[in-house]
């Protein structure tokens, strides 16, 4: 080598079965390695990656994490066993191929998430790739990394495919919510006393908006916090508030016009928010408000 040259590092791939070796491969420093965890049973735990908030794991599980990035594991119950592959790459074994090392700059970040949740046939490929790679990776054969790097791009690939299934998902779930918290608000005021309110259960709503009663409960949980019940059962006691505070309708008209069948339900549900029965709060509305 004549002066001045610069040596360059090979390119270096290993992958093992999570429980081979107690999860360490010879000369595998994470300071330098990409790598790739394919998590298939364990217990729940959670990974901080960077400065992203602690991301729950409860099932199995695709994860990509940057040597350049700090993450930490924490698992609570490490009794239990966990099982599944993980393979680590350096920097100069993916540079050798544009397109592959374009895919890893998307995936391997510390703007998004580096978790990715498979359902259950995409989770049997992805092991089925790895099963593979380990068994390639005792083979004698001169072109062994070409083969490594077409199975990376798949499970890149695989990962971005993920991603856009969850992105899709969370988009629809935001839009099934808006359309529940936009019907829920149409409802009142109240035109009294002759129209009730059209839409009283979540079914009522779920039935509106052409979607599965589980499904507009779930989103509406995860884009609010509250569940469909909750945020009703809100809005009914705050417009029979002010109905009663307001108004000089009777608490049986109000009870018609709020959809509860019976008066004697409305007084319950009343009762329940407020502790007290609608006709008290209306005789003590200045002290109950």
């Given at each position: 080598m004549t002066s001045g040259t610069i040596k360059r590092t090979a390119g270096q791939f290993k992958i093992a079965g999570i429980n081979e070796g107690k999860c360490t491969l010879e000369s595998y420093t994470r300071r330098d390695f990409y790598k790739i965890s394919l998590v298939t049973e364990g217990p729940p735990c959670s990974l901080r990656y960077g400065s992203l908030p602690a991301i729950e794991i409860d099932r199995p599980v695709l994860v990509f994490t940057n040597p350049i990035i700090p993450y930490t594991w924490s698992v609570p119950e490490r009794m239990i066993s966990t099982e599944g592959y993980f393979c680590v790459f350096n920097d100069e074994f993916i540079r050798t191929n544009t397109q592959l090392s374009g895919i890893a700059d998307r995936?391997?970040?510390?703007?998004?998430?580096?978790?990715?949740?498979?359902?259950?046939?995409?989770?049997q490929f992805l092991k089925e790739l790895f099963i593979r790679m380990r068994a390639e990776s005792d083979m004698d054969y001169a072109d062994k990394d070409e083969l490594f790097r077409s199975h990376l791009s798949l499970i890149f690939h695989e990962a971005i495919q993920m991603r856009r299934l969850e992105t899709s998902t969370d988009n629809g779930t935001s839009r099934v919510a808006a359309e529940f918290m936009h019907?829920?608000?149409?409802?009142?005021?109240?035109?009294?006393?002759?129209?009730?309110i059209a839409l009283k259960k979540p079914f009522d709503y779920a039935d509106r908006i052409a979607v599965h009663v589980n499904h507009l409960n779930m989103a509406v949980q995860k884009a609010t916090?509250?569940?469909?019940?909750?945020?009703?059962?809100?809005?009914?006691?705050?417009?029979?508030?002010?109905?009663?505070?307001?108004?000089?309708?009777?608490?049986?008209?109000?009870?018609?016009?709020?959809?509860?069948?019976?008066?004697?339900?409305?007084?319950?549900?009343?009762?329940?928010?407020?502790?007290?029965?609608?006709?008290?709060?209306?005789k003590n509305f200045e002290k109950y408000k």
């Open positions: 995936l391997f970040t510390a703007q998004q998430s580096p978790v990715y949740f498979p359902d259950s046939s995409t989770e019907l829920l608000k149409l409802q009142f005021p109240v035109d009294m006393p002759l129209q009730p916090g509250k569940s469909t019940t909750t945020h009703i059962s809100e809005r009914l006691f705050a417009e029979a508030k002010s109905l009663l505070t307001y108004t000089d309708y009777s608490v049986a008209d109000i009870a018609f016009g709020l959809g509860f069948e019976y008066q004697s339900y409305f007084n319950r549900f009343f009762r329940k928010h407020a502790g007290v029965t609608p006709s008290d709060f209306r």
